[in-house]
């Protein structure tokens, strides 16, 4: 598909080479890649609606401003720019960082292309990479998922039966053996109960259906937003954005529910480990919805697509991931916690991929970010 979007660029970069035309320009809209004209002063002269959502900024907005506006001088892309303008070539850089106030943008994929007759023009494209290694590794979540499903339907078989013959045993033994021997047999039963709770925790990754109905987003993340505030984020700020013209989430409450109280959990958690951060009362998780356009995912073993308009933020100002787990952080039995047991997120994208939705996480010090892309309901479930 890049290569496809590629070719398309470069022959509306002909077209305007040759003149900046109204059809090529509405060429340039109908692309789902973010596409910016730029003018010699770096000015937007054009922005399509794919460039708009990347940068968070209407096209109003960007016709009083210049990308210095946007990003700090020292950023590549003005070195790439000026490359191509004083070359006359078109030049593609990898994994670039665009970050500032504004704009918090990694893992891009950047094309400068100049206009030979519009001297000082370059027509730049901005393309997030990183979503498209977050939908590979969302087939990896699946099956993980999938692998703990069997293990614990393996578990539920072969470990919980012994454990109930144990755990009775240690009781009948409890009420004839000496004080000093009793300790032992409560051990004994206090230890099948916790290796019993443990495979219990990994019964939820079976691979039962789920049921889904049109639900309110807004009313699942204020439910989360009490429960958070009375319990592990009562000595933190949570602070809602949302977008009340949102359409109805086609999804499960109770897991939806579960999986937002996890990553709000986390979120207060991480808070919690900076000591500094806590003494000085800053702690803050943002709970944000909003509605996007263009984002489709194939629904595994079907020619569908699944769009996947509704997104849910939950942020925080921790001390961020660290980059050993980080790209692992989904996986069963990874966690950073010293009493976790890293199931939490793997059960959190076990149930997004359940809904056919798609979670991504970006994380600094200071700035973690967690993003789940939900579908809404269509006219053929609501018939």
């Known amino acids: 598909m890049t290569g496809v979007l590629a070719r398309g660029r470069t022959a509306i970069v002909e077209r305007l080479r040759r003149r ?102 370059i027509l730049l494209t901005l393309q997030d990479a990183s979503t498209v290694r977050t ?25 919980k039966n012994p454990l109930s013959g144990i755990r009775g045993a240690a009781q009948l033994l409890e009420a004839s053996v000496s004080d000093a021997d009793r300790e032992l047999t409560v051990l004994i039963r206090d230890e099948a109960d916790r290796i019993r709770a443990l495979v219990d925790r990994m019964e939820v990754f079976d691979e039962k259906p789920i049921e889904r109905r049109p639900v309110n987003i807004h009313r699942i993340m204020e439910h989360v937003r009490r429960l958070a505030q009375t319990g592990v984020a009562r000595n933190m700020r949570l602070t809602e954005n949302y977008d009340p013209s949102l359409p109805p989430a086609w999804a499960n409450r109770d897991q939806l529910v579960q999986v937002l109280l996890n990553l709000v959990k986390n979120a207060a958690e991480s808070i919690e480990s900076d000591v500094n951060l806590m003494h000085r009362g800053g702690g803050e998780i943002v709970l944000t919805t909003a509605y996007q356009h263009g984002l489709r995912l194939a629904v595994p ?24 787990i980080r790209q692992y952080l ?15 997120l793997a059960l959190v994208a076990k149930i997004v991929g359940d809904h056919d939705g798609l979670i991504e996480v970006d994380s600094r010090p200071g700035r973690t970010e967690f993003r789940l892309c939900l579908p809404v309901m269509t006219e053929a479930e609501a018939s």
Do not use: C, W
């Open 20 to 121: 900046p035309a109204p059809d090529a320009m509405a060429m340039l809209g109908a692309l789902p890649v973010a596409t910016l004209l730029l003018d010699p002063e770096n000015g937007f002269r054009y922005a399509n609606q794919a460039a708009e959502e990347f940068l968070g900024v209407s096209v109003l907005q960007l016709e009083h401003i210049t990308l210095a506006a946007l990003l700090p001088p020292d950023n590549p892309l003005f070195s790439l720019i000026e490359q191509a303008r004083t070359h006359g070539t078109t030049l593609t850089d990898h994994d670039l960082t665009l970050e500032s106030p504004r704009l918090q943008k990694r893992g891009i994929t950047v094309q400068v292309a100049p206009l030979n007759e519009e001297p000082g023009h």
């Open 135 to 159: 939908f590979d590794r969302k087939l990896a979540f699946r099956g993980a998922a999938r692998s703990v499903s069997g293990m614990s339907a393996i578990l539920a078989h072969e470990v």
């Open 301 to 324: 073993g079907s020619a569908q697509r699944q769009h996947l308009p509704l997104v849910v933020t939950v942020r925080d100002n921790g001390p961020g991931i660290n980059d050993d």
């Open 330 to 344: 989904f996986d069963p039995f990874v966690t950073s916690k010293p009493t976790g047991s890293g199931l939490g």
